[in-house]
């Protein structure tokens, strides 16, 4: 089975703090993700990186950068968190265009 | 650019009856899929619908796909309340996927 882990199920932070989400997938996936779920919006695509060390924005990457030096791991970086950064983060793997595999989450608090 | 518009966004189920999830996307798509997400877990996928007329079942769900249309649809045939979760369809263009905002459905007794 594939098995996507992420470093924190849960995570209160204050503004201004550089915050790492870090995800793990143990199926040589080529293709990671990071989306944030907020109510009524769905999942919204932040970057996603098809390959070790190439990363491309989603929809809404500002305020978050990404790192992927390993083909297993794929962090996520707020620089320097705000309130508005509240949110359930998601990460995923796949292979080529398939389905994505999700993690179980992580629920950031920015207070 | 693949935008993508589901509803209802709220259901309101009772228990036996039939309903019916639509998903509208903007422009072709190489393929969609379905997800599920219980209450407090992560997603999981249900069907991925490859080509036009593509119909998928696995107990009382049953995803189908008309890509002149660009409507999927998912279909709950006797509602149980094992289905209280939240649904995405998700049209996939090259690498990337979006996701609906989601169906989120309650049964009543």
């Known amino acids: 089975d594939v098995k996507v882990t992420q470093s924190s199920r849960y995570l209160v932070k204050r503004t201004g703090e550089k915050v790492f989400l870090e995800c793990v997938q143990d199926?040589?996936?080529?293709?990671m993700f990071w989306y944030r779920q907020d109510p009524g919006l769905g999942l919204r695509l932040i970057y996603f990186?098809?390959?070790?060390?190439?990363?491309e924005k989603g929809d809404i990457p500002e305020g978050y950068s990404v790192s992927r030096e390993k083909k297993e791991r794929f962090s996520l970086i707020l620089e320097s968190a705000s309130t508005n950064q509240t949110s359930m983060y998601l990460c995923?793997?796949?292979?080529?265009?398939?389905?994505?595999?999700f993690g179980p989450g992580t629920r950031l608090t920015v207070t | 650019e693949l935008k993508v518009e589901q509803n209802p966004l709220f259901l309101s189920m009772q228990e036996g009856k039939n309903y019916t999830i639509y998903c509208n996307y903007s422009?072709?798509?190489?393929?969609l899929y379905w997800y599920r997400q219980d209450p407090g877990k992560s997603l999981e996928s249900l069907f991925v619908?490859?080509?036009?007329?593509a119909v998928k079942q696995e107990g009382r769900l049953m995803a189908s796909l008309d890509t002149k249309a660009r409507l999927s649809t998912l279909h709950i045939t006797a509602a149980v309340h094992d289905l209280s979760a939240t649904y995405f369809c998700?049209?996939?263009?090259?690498?990337?996927?979006?996701f609906g905002a989601g169906t989120r459905p309650f049964v009543k007794a």
């Open positions: 995923a793997s796949s292979t080529a265009v398939y389905e994505q595999y």
């Open positions: 199926m040589d996936h080529e293709n």
């Open positions: 990186s098809y390959d070790v060390k190439m990363k």
């Open positions: 422009t072709t798509s190489d393929r």
């Open positions: 619908l490859l080509s036009n007329g």
């Open positions: 998700a049209p996939q263009q090259g690498f990337k996927t979006i």
